[in-house]
């Protein structure tokens, strides 16, 4: 069974192969043109309203609370508070260690997620959540469903009360309306309720100020000679979007660029001006695409010339000037970042930056020569292993 299923993901290898190059003869730079001023002069029609529709909801906002949940539980104190209804001690108890801990886990997930880590599993979030402060939470939910019965108890004995008392019925309407605009669901907590899921910067220790950036190359004296450009290769730029927009693609780890540069190719040292950098894991990818879907036109987001300017636009748009992905982005077959990860040796860390003129290129010494050198025939001698291992990593997922 195993090796008819590495024989399908090999001929859907090879036919992606063949596709790619029939895309590749068939391109031509006038074809190529057309499409990037059309991207161009697109780009250019989306108003500025929905960029910032499109911003709030996959990036992080000044402001902005650590997690939904957390402004959820600070609402229903403040309404409590701001009513006159007090928490009996071992109920305050509850609600501050439940504070507690969804504080601990959304600055853990904070954490996490600037260093480019995918969360795992984490459709489960809430339920875990309510399972690991079971009692406090039932504590906490005994006593908001009481407050909310005695509620709707006080305003129906205020309505018909007499004498009439219009003050008193004001009152108990606007303790009844603050708890019940303000019930929290504990048995349905979405996973990012409890953590602010969307992109922000990345953190200083993953991208220091003045580190050596890498990228392989079969193309290297052109580069150096003449600079980065952010146009991509005839067949990419036909066949799809890359993961982060249109840029110019670099890493931090010499072993993944030397997958890239091949054995007669060649490994670009730079220094990268990094301004604010983006960090991005699979989970916002795929947040990315599914928003772009609904508000932005699908045709025009099939081409990758269009889809790549958009994603660059957006990033920028937001005061990023580069973006980091820790691993390959994707999934499902043809996306494959488990197979990509393999073939790099090791995860597929990526900077993209967005403007050439944030690069510098470094003269290499003799022993980074030799070191580029060795490191791309061991890469290349490992490749067939390293294939195999990914299909093997395909499999198991």
Not at 104 to 120: E, I, N, Y
Not at 335 to 349: E, F, I, P, R, T
Request: positive net charge.
């Amino acid at each position: 069974m195993k090796l008819k299923a590495v024989r399908s993901l090999w001929n859907g290898a090879k036919e992606v192969g063949t596709v790619i190059k029939s895309a590749y003869r068939k391109a031509s730079n006038k074809t190529l043109e057309l499409k990037r001023l059309q991207a161009k002069n697109y780009v250019a029609t989306i108003p500025d309203e929905t960029w910032n529709k499109i911003s709030k909801r996959v990036f992080e906002q000044k402001g902005e609370p650590k997690s939904v949940f957390l402004e959820k539980l600070h609402k229903v104190k403040q309404g409590y508070d701001e009513c006159g209804i007090t928490m009996p001690k071992d109920v305050l108890e509850a609600y501050y260690q439940v504070e507690h801990k969804a504080t601990v886990f959304a600055d853990r997930m904070m954490l996490a997620k600037s260093k480019g880590k995918t969360p795992q599993n984490y459709w489960n979030y809430g339920t875990r959540f309510r399972e690991n402060n079971k009692e406090a939470i039932e504590k906490l939910e005994g006593f908001l469903k009481e407050q909310q019965d005695n509620s709707l108890a006080r305003w129906h004995e205020a309505a018909y009360s007499q004498p009439y008392d219009e003050a008193a019925i004001k009152k108990a309407q606007k303790t009844f309306d603050m708890i019940n605009n303000n019930r929290i669901d504990f048995n349905c907590v979405p996973y990012n309720e409890l953590y602010n899921a969307k992109i922000g910067e990345v953190a200083p220790e993953i991208i220091q100020k003045g580190q050596t950036f890498y990228h392989g190359t079969t193309h290297q004296r052109a580069i150096r000679k003449n600079g980065f450009h952010l146009i991509p290769k005839k067949g990419q730029a036909l066949m799809s979007a890359r993961e982060l927009g249109q840029g110019v693609y670099l890493t931090p780890d010499r072993k993944v660029s030397s997958r890239y540069a091949g054995l007669f190719g060649g490994i670009v040292h730079t220094k990268v001006d990094t301004q604010k950098v983006a960090v991005v894991n699979n989970n916002q990818i795929s947040d990315i695409s599914s928003t772009l879907a609904k508000n932005l036109s699908s045709d025009r987001l099939s081409e990758p010339a269009t889809m790549e300017l958009v994603l660059k636009e957006l990033f920028q748009r937001n005061g990023y000037n580069a973006a980091y992905t820790k691993e390959a982005l994707g999934s499902g077959l043809f996306a494959q970042n488990k197979l990509v990860d393999a073939l790099a040796g090791g995860k597929q860390s990526q900077l993209v930056v967005f403007n050439p003129k944030d690069i510098t290129i470094l003269e290499k010494s003799l022993k980074d020569r030799f070191v580029n050198q060795k490191l791309q025939i061991e890469t290349v001698l490992r490749a067939p292993i390293r294939y195999i291992e990914g299909i093997k990593s395909q499999i198991k997922g």
